[in-house]
């Protein structure tokens, strides 16, 4: 099986089970609000990372609160 095969049988696998877990329509509506977001600057990339990096368990207490960290 090619790669993109494999991917795309993973993404419908992936995209069944969330489905199941909290239904079609709340699962479309997250996944809208990633398909067409945009980062402006690399700013927004970066701090879209770092909150990303403080969901991990513990990390909010180590981080801090990344509104904070400016420039």
Do not use: C, P, Q
Request: proline share 0%.
């Amino acid at each position: 099986m090619k790669m993109d095969h494999k991917l795309k049988a993973l993404y419908e696998y992936a995209y069944d089970y969330l489905a199941s877990k909290i239904g079609h329509e709340a699962l479309e509506k997250k996944l809208n609000h990633y398909r067409h977001h945009k980062a402006e600057a690399m700013e927004d990339l970066f701090w879209y990372l770092m909150n990303s990096l403080t969901n991990k368990v513990g990390m909010r207490a180590t981080i801090g609160d990344v509104d904070v960290l400016g420039d």
